[in-house]
Structure formats: structure tokens, C-alpha cells
């Protein structure tokens, strides 16, 4: 099919070594003798678990609950026994532990009930929850929950679902196995996408290196009789990027700022679409998953790894070279060396590559920037990399924001061309954690303020309430006071008799002064509830600045408000209750 | 062990850079060598020499590693374009001078390499021409019949320096022939001296320059720079020359002239496309390129030095950082509102 592609700008052609991997087809990794599933697979909430050390459990059981809306289940990849459910090291860049379900499988690999159903009968909010129930995250490795991106927005209109089996980066192909091998199933997911969301057009996005997982593809499409058109990008890294392929395939540009269904297209990557299949056609949650094993290895290929299996165990099926001194996790360009061979499979794996010394040369050291301005040329998002750079280095944070920051995919195209050696991808994420950093100590303290405030100031109304009681007290007592007397004034004219004017001035006097004494109290009261008032407002060193520094601090404030509007909104109530 | 991704490098490095560089001078080099006289060779080597003893020394007090820096070839293109922006016979001392200068002052006081605000070279040429206007303006007659060594001999001041030797450049001589000659002599007249003037511009320098602009384009051919600086230097050197020429061509030589004269081909493909000191967005480059283009032109002209080139870079220097401030592209996603 002939269709409009296209172009992003800057991107890198890195050798794509996908050849090794493709010589054999997908294989299934055996039984390990432990799972370790970390609850934490997604992105949002932390799944709650719901088993305990010494449970049975059958294969595809609930292990963990999502946890909110945006949030996916967890279930146990094979039948076995749990051994503990502890903090256990994870694939991840901060070498952090997180909650895991240790299982020891019984070898009978015994399925649960498994429900099979024709989504068609169902609604569509039934349909999200089933692939929120079953696990369905985003499988090309920024695994966020499918069911949360499946509403399409309510202003703008579907034009496209775009299907991303690009599979950009190096080493990488795990999706190129699936669509080669199990197209059908692919193109039936992607059916349920469209169901949901109801796109004017379908576009599966495949890069011209994979001529066989789009004839596939194209085969499978045609042979259920879809409309998909299933499109062959460029080979250019990174095209596989959800942003970069939305750009090749519709032109649209979506900025960080900015969700894609703003603009009316949505993007998942294949192995989403064909687990979204499996659970909702074939009641399977997400258990396994294909990873690529590949590197410094004998023998390269794809598996069907069940999630949880440690990586070192899956690593041997395929032979490393003694040399291999390291495992990454995901491609040579955006993965990461984890922290030891036991963490786990999880469903953001895609890849694990050996890594040695002979493959991945240990890097020249850093030189200074001499900006020649090639990471500009190579970021496909057109930032200015070494602006960027020398900001972060300078902790310079709010310069990196408003030289975008946070449009930064961390694609590692402009450590790739940097001829200085200079780990820009390394400076950019740690400029953004200290931003984040930053937000989050800002929101406590202003949390903490807020409750004080709210606190003195409602002190201050109290004691201005009090006074005001008192004052009314006193007044209502003097006007008591003066009417007696005014009384007894009264009894003593009537008694007197006098005709003289003089002695009956007294008795009216008396009253007035009443009234007087009445107004001032008031007055009084009034006044002291808006000095409390007044007092509440705390001191500011804001009241003599000029007009820019006024706008910045809009900006600011404005940001904050949309940055924390829940965890300002509570403030006031929280600490009235914790008192 | 940590070791962020990119695991996988592109094969690139600043030294081969600098390297690729030097290699598109050589064709200019060799002209040089050729044409105007072998004594050029000499200065090549005396002013790397100079720059490479220099940044060694204050690599040394930074404690920063010699090998590495010294590799890193940036000296040496320095070095270069020092020696090929001096007269040729100029003594080795002030050659030395001017490198030593913008080495330690121009670059090391400045942070080093990638953080000299001003491009070192063309420091070295203005500090040199202002403390040292006779010798700066001594140049050979071209052709002269004198071996290499004979020309090292005057270099080191061995041999006397024959006022046979100086001449002005071509550039200069237009100009101070314009301005005696009050409107009595024309532009076309003074190009028929073939002892001065070649085809279209300086006798033998126009194929220097020539030479310049083959391997300024090979450089542009492997994207060590963009097309920016160059075509706007350039277009707007030839837009503001055009004109006047058009207007008046017996007192303006005309765009070629200038184009091939004096210092305004390795300016726009060597010099004032220097990263460091230049600008950096793609419309930064262009407002970089044609003001350094337009001020060459009117030093040149109207001003009191023989060429413009060195100071009109060094101005465009001092804007470059609020030219890519003011200049800055907008990103993916965003251009609709930019």
C-alpha cells in the first residue's frame, strides 16, 4: 500500500545486530526452579498482594490487586508454593528492592479456570477492566496500563490507531518473532483496540529491516478480512518511539505536554495487542512474555519466558561466552546493566543482552563539549542537548525547564554522536530526579505551611470571637446598668417634682451613654477580628517586587497548581484533624 | 559496575574532528605552498610547535592529562590557522607570540577547550596586528624566486629581510591605490597589473582561496559543518560588495574580488564556523555568518586594517551567545506555537 509517510527529524542508524536473533523460532523457556514477581509491574498504584508465604497457587491466579485505576493485576506465572513475599532486588536502573511473590513451581504448571469469552457481548468498560484484571500493560517496555489508554477523549475525534511494531533499537526482536509466528492473534487484539476506540484508520507501523513480520502481518490482516493498513518505515532509531512513529504515520507531533489522544491517535505496540487477545479470548493474564536473548551469546533466539524467571537462568539456555560480564536489560541504547543475574523477568523485559567488553567497547573518557552541536542535529524531539547539558551540570534546573527537559525521550541518540564521549542521557535523568525531588520536598513544605496557617489562623478567630462575646457582654451589662439608673432617675423626678430643667437632664443622659457604650463594643470587636485577621496573613517579602518578578511568580505558583492540586487541596482539613 | 547506556557508540571523537579538520586545509596548504612561496611549510610547523608547547604547559598547571588533550588535535588546528592568517615571512617570534597568546590567554584562561568565548586565532591576528602593524603587513611578492631554506633564513632572522620582500596584499593594495588615486585611478585599471592581481583576484591567492573552498566544501560534504555560516558569510559578502560594485564599479571591486581576497574563504569555512565560539542554533548561524560576511566587508573597505575578516568574526563572537539565546528552534511537538 502506497501511503504519505513522514519524517521526524534527527535520529541514528547504530548497527542493528537484529540478524543473530532471528535464525530460530520463538522457544519455550523451561520451568526455573524459583519465580521471583515483583508486584510493582507497571507503571501507577503498587498492586496489593493477596497471597501469603506457604499459599497454593495455580498458574494465571490473582497474586496482586491492582491497586486504583491506573494499576494492573499480577498473577502467578506457573501452580506452586509461595515462599515468602519480600523485598527482593529488581531490574531496575536505582537498584532498589520492591515487594515480591516468591513462588517455588510444583512442575504441574496447572492453569486456573480460564474463561473464554466473545468480548463483542461485552461492554466496553467491562472490556478495559477484564485487561486491567488479566495484567494487559504496554509490552514494549513502558509498560503502562493498556486499559487506561483504550478511552478515546471526548472533544476530539479517533482518527488513527497507530500499531507500533517498529522495533527500533538494536538487538531487539522479540516482536519481529511474534508477528512472524503469531500474526493472527496480533491482528485480532489490535481488533479489539479498534473496537474500543474506534479510529478512523488503523496504521501498523513496521520498519523496513523486518520485510517478514510485515508480509505476516499483512497475510494475517487480509486473512480475517480487516482494514489495517499495515505501513514499512524507515529503519531509523528511534522510529519504534510511540512519538516518533505517530509523527512517521499521521505527521502529528504530540508534545510531552501534551496525551496523544489530544490529537486523536493512540499507539500500542504488537505484544500488548496480542496479550490483550490472549486474556480477553482466551481468559490468560499476562504470565510470560517473548524476551530476546542475545549479545555475547553461543546460541541467540527468542523465548517464551514465564515473568519472574531470574535472568541468569534464562541467559544460560542460550550459552554466554565466558567473558560475559554483565546482563542489560532492554537494547544497547536505552537499557541498563542490572544489578545482579537473580532479579527477575518482568513485564517491561524485552531483551537481555550479554554483555562483554569484546561487543560493547568500554567508552573513551569524557571530553569537554566543544559544541559542535551534532546532539542537536541527532535529537528526534529538536532540543538543544548541550545547552541542556551544561545547565544540568550547572544545577541550573529551572534553565532545563525552559529548555525543555522534560520533552526528553533519553533515546540516547546524542550520547550516540557526542565525539567528546560525554554521557548526556546521564545528565539529563539526573537533572529530572532532582526536579522531581525538588517538587516533592516543595509540596510537603507547602503542605506543612498550609496546616499552619490554617491553624493560626482559626486561632486568631477563635481569640477574635471570644473578645467579641466579651465586649457584648460588657455592653449589654452597661446598657443594664444605665437603664437602672435611668429607672431610679425616673422614680426620683416622679418623687421630686421638681419644674426645674437641670435635674432632668440627668435621667436621659443615662440611656444615651448606654447606646454609646453598646456601638463601641461592637466597634471594638469589629476591629479586633480584623487585626486577627490581619495578623493571619503571614509577612510576605513579596509586596515590593517588580512587574517580571510578579510573573515569574505566577508561573510558578500557576505550575504548582497544576503540578500538585491534590496535595494542596487537603492541607486544611488534614491538619484540623490531626489535632 | 555502572556503565549507562548508550551502550553502543557511533565512531566519532573530537580528535578526528580536529583531524578531519587539517585535512581539508591541506588543499588550500598546498596552494599556499605552491603559489606564494614554500615558506608557509615552515610556519605550519613553528606555530604547532608553539601551540602544542603551550597547551602542554598549561595543561600541566590545570593538572588536567597531557596525553589526552594534546591528542585532541585542537591546538593544532589553532596552530594552522595562526600561521596561514600571517604574512609568510613573518619572523618566527611573532608567529610564536601570537600562538603562545591565544593558546594560554585566548583559551586556557578562558576554561580550556570548548570554553573560549573568542576564537583563538583570530585573537592572536588582532592582538599581533594591533601590537605589531609593520610586520603584520609585510607580505612577499608572489612568485618570488627564493628556496625554502633561504625563506626559513628569513623567518629566523638569519638572512636580512630585503624590502624587496614586503609588499601589501592585494586587498590592501586596491585599497590604498583607491584612496591615493582620489577618484582618478579605477578598479579596472589597477587589476591590470598582473604582478598583484591574478584572473579574478590576488595573484596566486585567488587559488589559495580556491583551494580553501574545495575543502571547506569536502567538510560540509562529511557534516563536521553545516551549510549555515558559510552561505550566509558568504552570500551576504557578495550581496553587500554586489551592490556597491553595481553602483560605483570603477572605485568597488566586484564580488569575486572579494570573495577570493584575503581572508574571506578560510573565514567562512574555517573560522567562523568554529563551534565554540560561533552560534549554534541554524538561524544563529545564519545571523552569525552574514554579519561576520558584512562586517569583513566594511573593515575592509572603509576601515583602516587590510582585511576584516579577523575582527569581524571576533565581533559576531562577542553577539554569538545572545544571537542562540534570542535564535533558539522550537521543539517537536510545539511549532505551531512558536
Known sequence: MLMNLFKFKGGVKPPTNKTQSVGLPIAQAPLPSRLVVPLHQSIGGTPRPVVEAGDHVLKGQLIGEADGWISAAVHAPTSGTVLAVEMQAQPHPSGLDALCVVIEPDGKDEWIARETVDYKSLKPEEVRERLQQSGVVGLGGAVFPTHGKLTASKTVPMDELVINGAECEPFITCDDLLMRERADEVVRGIGIFRDLLQPKKVLIGIEDNKPEAAAAMRAAVAALGEDFAVVQVPTLYPAGGAKQLIRVLTGKEVPASKRSTDLGVQCFNVATAYTAWRAIAHGEPVVSRLVTVSGNVQEPRNYEVLIGTPMGELLKLAHPHPDTDGIVMGGPMMGFLVPNADVPVVKATNCLIAHSERIFPPKAPEMPCIRCGACAQACPHELQPFELYWFSRAKNFGKTQEYAIFDCIECGCCSFVCPSRIPLVQYFRFAKSEIWARERDKNAADAAKARFEFKQLRDEREKAEKAEKLAKAAAAQAAKKAAEAAAAAAAETVVAESPAGGPVAAPTAAPLDAGKEAKRATIEAAMARAKAQREAVQPKNTEAVTIEQQRAMDEIESRRVVLAPASQEPAGPTGEKAE | ?338
Not at chain 2, 5 to 33: F, N, R
Not at chain 2, 44 to 54: E, G, P, T
Not at chain 2, 83 to 99: E, I, N, Y
Request: charge should be neutral; hydrophobic fraction near 55%.
Open chain 2, 1 to 338: 559496575m555502572f556503565a549507562p547506556a548508550p551502550y553502543l557508540l557511533k565512531d566519532v571523537s573530537v580528535s578526528q574532528v580536529m583531524t578531519q579538520v587539517c585535512i581539508a586545509l591541506v588543499p588550500g596548504i598546498a596552494a599556499y605552498a605552491w603559489l606564494v612561496g614554500p615558506a608557509i611549510l615552515a610556519q605550519l610547523v613553528i606555530a604547532s610547535l608553539a601551540a602544542l608547547l603551550a597547551e602542554a604547559a598549561m595543561l600541566r598547571v590545570q593538572r588536567k592529562p597531557l596525553a589526552l588533550f594534546l591528542s585532541d588535535g585542537s591546538a593544532i588546528v589553532t596552530a594552522w590557522l595562526i600561521a596561514l592568517t600571517f604574512p609568510p615571512l613573518a619572523p618566527w617570534w611573532l608567529v610564536v607570540t601570537g600562538t603562545v597568546f591565544a593558546i594560554v590567554i585566548a583559551k586556557h584562561l578562558y576554561g580550556g577547550l570548548g570554553q573560549n568565548p573568542f576564537n583563538p586565532a583570530m585573537v592572536a591576528f588582532a592582538v599581533c596586528i594591533v601590537a605589531f602593524p609593520a610586520l603584520m603587513s609585510q607580505w612577499p611578492v608572489v612568485g618570488l624566486q627564493q628556496s625554502l631554506l633561504e625563506q626559513i633564513n628569513v623567518i629566523l632572522g638569519l638572512s636580512p629581510r630585503l624590502d624587496a620582500l614586503s609588499s601589501a596584499t592585494p586587498l590592501d593594495a586596491m585599497k590604498t591605490s583607491l584612496k591615493l588615486g582620489e577618484g582618478s585611478v579605477d578598479v579596472a585599471q589597477l587589476l591590470a597589473n598582473q604582478d598583484i592581481f591574478g584572473n579574478f583576484a590576488g595573484r596566486g591567492w585567488e587559488w589559495v582561496a580556491a583551494g580553501y573552498l574545495l575543502g571547506g566544501l569536502w567538510l560540509w560534504q562529511r557534516k563536521l559543518i553545516s551549510w549555515h555560516v558559510p552561505v550566509a558569510f558568504i552570500g551576504a559578502l557578495a550581496l553587500i560588495s554586489g551592490v556597491l560594485w553595481l553602483y560605483n564599479p570603477a572605485q568597488f571591486a566586484n564580488p569575486l574580488f572579494h570573495l577570493f581576497s584575503g581572508g574571506a574563504m578560510i573565514g567562512a569555512f574555517f573560522i567562523a564556523t568554529d563551534p565554540v565560539s560561533g552560534c549554534t542554533t541554524p538561524r544563529g548561524k545564519l545571523i552569525f555568518g552574514a554579519g561576520a560576511g558584512l562586517l569583513a566587508y566594511i573593515i575592509r573597505v572603509f576601515g583602516g586594517y587590510p582585511d576584516g575578516v579577523a575582527f569581524a568574526v571576533l565581533l559576531m563572537n562577542l553577539c554569538a551567545p545572545v544571537i542562540d539565546l534570542l535564535t533558539q528552534p522550537p521543539i517537536f511537538g510545539m511549532k505551531d506555537k512558536a
